[in-house]
């Protein structure tokens, strides 16, 4: 039941746009998009929802596809601060039994 | 500021102990996860629960059980441990329903020798 993310990672120079995918076998009820910085705890960054609602981060940007059950995580203009592992997880129903991906580790160089 | 917290930062367990992982949240949440994290899986359920005394199994419930017996405290048992279980556990709190952000706890790195 996890998804699937790609890509596994990619490495950034500062200012370049970026673009992860988190895709599921299943429909989909919202995903969550987390950051997780090394040595630390995974940080919400966003949630979307079947419908089209969106709560989250102002500098990031991601969209739902709710036909091809996927969603994808827009970083622009990205800063060094961005560099982390980003996760998605995913519901199936609104039944808080979330699963995650795997992770896309997204560097960011001067 | 919503707060998790786990017991130990670091354990170091021999093969065939018990060991207690616990897990504490001030801020009423319903809901409370365990995940294991290892290097290129991500972040995989164990077991999550929606209420005092409530749980319901994740993807990788071999091996562990929980228990909730106060609404702000989950507690993730390893009963026989092993080297295979060697791993960094999450602990994780959210209101209940989909459309909630989930807070983690800063993560307990688990050695069993």
């Known amino acids: 039941q996890q998804p699937v993310q790609s890509p596994q990672a990619v490495i950034l120079r500062e200012g370049e746009d970026a673009v992860i995918n988190c895709s599921s076998s299943k429909a989909l009820y919202s995903v969550h998009w987390y950051r997780q910085k090394h040595g630390e705890a995974p940080v919400f960054l966003m949630i979307l929802l079947k419908g089209g609602e969106q709560k989250g981060h102002e500098k990031i940007s991601a969209s739902f596809n709710e036909k091809k059950q996927q969603s994808s995580l827009y970083l622009t203009a990205s800063q060094l601060s961005y560099s982390g592992t980003y996760f998605c997880?995913?519901?199936?129903?609104?039944?808080?039994?979330?699963?995650f991906g795997a992770g896309t580790r997204l560097t960011v160089k001067p | 500021d919503v707060k998790v917290t786990q017991s130990s930062r670091y354990l170091v367990k021999r093969t065939g102990e018990k060991v207690f992982l616990e897990c504490v949240q001030d801020m009423d949440h319903e809901n409370m996860f365990w995940y294991r994290q290892d290097p290129g899986l991500g972040l995989r359920l164990i077991y999550f629960?929606?209420?005092?005394?409530?749980?319901e199994k994740g993807d990788i419930p071999e091996g562990y059980s929980v228990s909730r017996e106060k609404k702000e405290r989950f507690s993730l048992i390893l009963e026989s441990a092993s080297t295979n279980q060697t791993s960094m556990y999450l602990c994780a709190s959210s209101l209940l329903g989909g459309v909630y952000e989930q807070y983690f706890g800063p993560g307990t790195r688990l050695t069993v020798t």
């Open positions: 997880g995913t519901e199936i129903d609104n039944n808080n039994d979330m699963r």
């Open positions: 629960s929606y209420d005092v005394k409530m749980k």
